[in-house]
């Protein structure tokens, strides 16, 4: 493998959480990352973090809801680590309040964030990527893009809007013949900082609905999505029950999240409700890729690992299908026998 060019790779929202993880993640192949977000304490200790698992970091300062300075990153990564492989938008902003509550302006933010984020840097991505005619843009989606909850209206919003600018990319490479391909990643609850962070008119502590799932998981996940060209890659079961339980039984689900939604996105920790936040401005220091729910975080998914096989999974249930299949004939067999006898 000596020799072989090394992937080039951008992510946003690089300086924690599953930015993070997915950072190391790629960083342990060896990759070149360009590492955007705003936190300049967070993408230091990231940047350095890259050279030690054997990466080469590039740190770049930038809020992904300026999309020029989301196109001017773009170009300083070409510049100095070459053309761009791998695109990963995962940048996001929330806010925990009741929507009777919440203000305009935080909508707006929380949209240009998460939303707008994602459409700038897969701009920015396509501009090189399709002159090429190769690349790969993979956006971080979410269960909650499918099945909405309370509490999280302007993230449920963007997430959403997400999937429909994706699809509507994706019919348009196909027209036109591209080999850049676009996909994206659905997660499930994941224990990152963003529980800390965010701002919440919440009268108690912010926590992932339960089952949550470690940032190394879905790390994992990513990195396999961004070589698998699927159209979609679910991440843990609770994402896969979520998305397709919305189109079973959406009604359903509006009840059971209107009757249990609130409480179980709240922990029994009072909160105080002018906690630092993150939505207008960065917070100091390096928060890492872990929240404070590591004690009831999963480090493994299942489903994740069969998602990843799918095809030794396939071949296994055929297999097992078939070897009943066989018991049954026999036994029928036999009982002919007996009966002839």
Not at 213 to 227: D, K, L, S, W
Not at 267 to 281: C, F, G, H, K, M
């Amino acid at each position: 493998m000596t020799g072989r060019k090394k992937e080039v790779v951008v992510i946003t929202g690089a300086s924690a959480g599953v930015g993070r993880a997915t950072v190391r993640e790629f960083a342990k192949k060896g990759a070149f990352i360009g590492l955007i977000a705003r936190g300049h304490d967070g993408l230091a200790a990231a940047g350095k973090e890259v050279e030690e698992l054997g990466g080469r970091a590039l740190v770049l300062s930038c809020d992904v809801a300026d999309a020029a300075a989301v196109n001017a990153a773009a170009e300083r990564v070409e510049r100095e680590l070459g053309p761009i492989d791998i695109w990963i938008n995962n940048a996001m902003v929330s806010v925990f309040s009741p929507i009777k509550q919440m203000e305009p302006e935080e909508y707006r933010r929380v949209t240009e964030v998460t939303y707008l984020g994602a459409v700038y840097g897969t701009l920015a991505a396509l501009k090189r990527m399709l002159p090429r005619d190769r690349g790969t843009i993979l956006q971080v989606g979410s269960a909650l893009a499918y099945r909405s909850i309370p509490l999280q209206s302007a993230y449920c919003g963007a997430k959403h809007a997400i999937v429909g600018f994706t699809d509507s990319l994706r019919c348009e490479l196909i027209h036109d013949k591209s080999n850049v391909h676009v996909t994206i990643a659905h997660l499930p609850a994941v224990n990152t900082p963003q529980f800390e962070w965010s701002k919440s008119r919440m009268p108690r502590h912010p926590q992932p609905v339960p089952p949550i799932f470690q940032p190394e998981v879905i790390a994992r996940g990513i990195y396999y999505a961004t070589h698998a060209h699927r159209r979609e890659f679910w991440i843990g079961l609770p994402t896969v029950m979520a998305i397709q339980g919305e189109k079973l039984v959406p009604g359903l689900a509006d009840r059971y999240l209107g009757e249990h939604g609130y409480e179980s996105q709240m922990t029994n920790e009072p909160v105080a409700p002018n906690r630092p936040n993150n939505l207008w401005e960065p917070l100091t220091g390096d928060r890492g890729a872990h929240g404070r729910f590591d004690t009831q975080a999963r480090n493994i998914s299942w489903q994740l690992k069969l998602n990843m096989h799918r095809g030794l999974a396939a071949a296994c249930v055929l297999g097992m299908a078939a070897g009943l299949l066989a018991l049954c004939w026999g036994s029928q067999e036999e009982i002919q026998a007996r009966k002839a006898a």
